[in-house]
């Protein structure tokens, strides 16, 4: 789970970021569901601490990485400083409101751009698809990830700072709104959403437990099948990977 904040301070987003960055298993398997996508130049908006980038650079990908956060950028410095395959560390607001003036040094900079639970945290989500567009070389992947069905919202998207959840009709309409050739479009992690409807809905606990993410982690392998045998049809986020015209 990456994380775009307002502020400095993120203390349940830090904290959701570190637990997840122990769940090996978990993340490895996220990262399958696009990378096949990526190519060439990737930046990451929203890269949190670094999870799913150093995913990408064990791949050999050459990676920007960029969050809005002051907090998570010097954290990605002080980890990712040596790393030979990160190009630089940005801090990128996509709902900058001289987005194009100030971002023209990385008009259509990029070959493949990812967003991974980063959209439900921006008040004008259809404007950030559209400046992720303006960085995006024609024929770029654009690569969304971000929680499903506002009716599991909770305590746990509150303390995040989510302002909605999507379904896959939902996000397809961004995509279709700016004109994005669809060339992927499923649910992911079916199995997730009892622990997010126990722990977030019912218990109304306020961040995720190291504990449930690692017993979660275990279960990838029964996650992964159980995604199979519903193709995709239903899971706790939706993941649509599109192609600028």
Not at 69 to 78: A, F, K, M, Q
Not at 136 to 152: D, E, N, R, S, T
């Amino acid at each position: 789970m990456n994380d775009t904040s307002n502020s400095a301070s993120d203390p349940a987003g830090l904290h959701t970021l570190q637990v997840i960055s122990k769940a090996t298993s978990f993340n490895s398997w996220m990262f399958d569901q696009f990378r096949s996508f990526l190519k060439g130049e990737v930046l990451e908006i929203g890269s949190g601490i670094g999870n799913i980038s150093q995913l990408a650079m064990d791949e050999g990908f050459s990676i920007t990485l960029s969050d809005y956060n002051t907090e998570y950028t010097c954290l990605l410095n002080e980890k990712f400083k040596h790393a030979d395959n990160v190009k630089d560390i940005l801090s990128i607001d996509l709902l900058h409101p001289g987005f194009e003036n100030y971002y023209r040094s990385l008009e259509k900079k990029f070959d493949s751009i990812l967003l991974l639970n980063v959209i439900e945290h921006l008040q004008n989500d259809s404007a950030a698809i559209q400046n992720c567009l303006y960085l995006l070389k024609p024929g770029g992947h654009l690569i969304v990830l971000a929680p499903a069905y506002q009716w599991l919202y909770c305590n746990f998207d509150k303390e995040l700072g989510h302002h909605r959840r999507y379904t896959l009709k939902s996000m397809l309409l961004k995509f279709k709104t700016n004109d994005i050739q669809v060339v992927r479009k499923i649910y992911f992690n079916f199995l997730g959403i009892a622990g997010w409807l126990v722990f977030g809905k019912i218990f109304g606990k306020k961040i995720l437990g190291s504990n449930e993410m690692s017993a979660f982690n275990k279960l990838v392998s029964l996650a992964k099948v159980m995604d199979k045998l519903i193709f995709n049809k239903a899971g706790l986020s939706v993941i649509v990977i599109g192609v600028k015209k």
